[in-house]
């Protein structure tokens, strides 16, 4: 009897360690596992994604700032040239030219006329230049075309004089000849040269007329 109750208490202990260990396997539950492995494995994408985004973020925000940082230098750049622009312009002096005559000298009295034809004329002017052929310009290399005058032996032929007559208008005329009766202390300050002597007396004399000496000689 005793003997049958060692044997029974056996049974039951072994059923008892039998249905401890069948039921802890049975309730372990693998989806449980796999969950939490799946969320592991989420937890770490996540992550990764995160420092990513973060990388980029501060990728995006650095750039920003480099492009901000270079507009600023660019606009420094600018307010330097301008300041600089505007310094220069206070160095520079404002020079302030003066007006330069061209008048040597200044004379008032009559102007008379004359030809080629005159009493006692050679078709030959003092200078040498032949006008006979009723030409009474001279082309000059500074002044041009001018007409042709009979002046005081104090001027050297080829004087430039400005002649300003109320008469006859202004006009450019170069001293080529001599008179009896032309220059200082004599009738008529200047005598003008016309293609003839009567066409010289039809234009009479200009009196109070200005003579401004541009030019001494050639």
Same mark, same amino acid.
């Given at each position: 009897?005793? $003997?049958?109750?060692?044997?029974?208490?056996?049974?039951?202990?072994?059923? &008892? *360690? #039998?249905?401890?260990v069948?039921?802890? *396997? /049975?309730?372990?539950?693998?989806?449980?596992?796999?969950?939490?492995?799946?969320?592991?494995?989420?937890?770490s994408?996540?992550?990764?994604?995160? &420092?990513?985004?973060?990388?980029?973020?501060?990728?995006?925000?650095?750039?920003?700032?480099?492009?901000?940082?270079?507009?600023?230098?660019?606009?420094?750049?600018?307010?330097?040239?301008?300041?600089?622009?505007?310094?220069?312009?206070?160095?520079?002096?404002?020079?302030?030219?003066?007006?330069?005559?061209?008048?040597?000298?200044?004379? @008032?009295?009559?102007?008379?006329? +004359?030809?080629?034809? #005159?009493?006692? #004329?050679?078709?030959?002017?003092?200078?040498?230049?032949?006008?006979?052929d009723?030409?009474?310009?001279?082309?000059?290399?500074? +002044?041009?075309?001018?007409?042709?005058?009979?002046?005081?032996?104090?001027?050297?032929?080829g004087?430039?004089?400005?002649? $300003?007559?109320?008469?006859?208008?202004?006009?450019?005329?170069?001293?080529?000849?001599?008179?009896?009766?032309?220059?200082?202390?004599?009738? /008529?300050?200047?005598?003008?040269?016309?293609?003839?002597?009567?066409?010289?007396?039809?234009y009479?004399?200009?009196?109070?007329? @200005?003579?401004?000496?541009?030019?001494?000689?050639?």
């Amino acid at each position: 009897m005793k $003997k049958f109750t060692y044997i029974l208490s056996a049974i039951i202990t072994l059923s &008892v *360690i #039998c249905y401890v260990v069948f039921g802890g *396997i /049975h309730g372990f539950d693998t989806n449980t596992v796999k969950v939490k492995r799946d969320d592991k494995k989420l937890n770490s994408s996540d992550f990764l994604e995160y &420092v990513n985004n973060k990388v980029i973020e501060d990728k995006e925000t650095i750039d920003e700032k480099e492009e901000s940082i270079e507009k600023t230098e660019v606009v420094l750049d600018k307010e330097i040239e301008k300041e600089e622009v505007v310094q220069e312009e206070e160095k520079e002096e404002v020079v302030v030219s003066k007006p330069v005559s061209d008048v040597l000298e200044k004379q @008032v009295g009559s102007l008379s006329g +004359y030809g080629p034809d #005159c009493k006692g #004329c050679s078709g030959y002017l003092a200078s040498g230049r032949y006008v006979g052929d009723g030409n009474i310009y001279y082309s000059d290399s500074t +002044y041009g075309t001018v007409r042709i005058l009979s002046g005081d032996k104090t001027y050297p032929f080829g004087t430039i004089v400005r002649v $300003k007559s109320s008469s006859w208008g202004t006009f450019l005329a170069i001293v080529l000849d001599r008179g009896g009766g032309v220059g200082f202390g004599k009738t /008529h300050l200047f005598d003008l040269l016309y293609q003839s002597n009567s066409l010289a007396y039809d234009y009479g004399v200009s009196y109070n007329t @200005v003579f401004e000496i541009l030019r001494y000689g050639y």
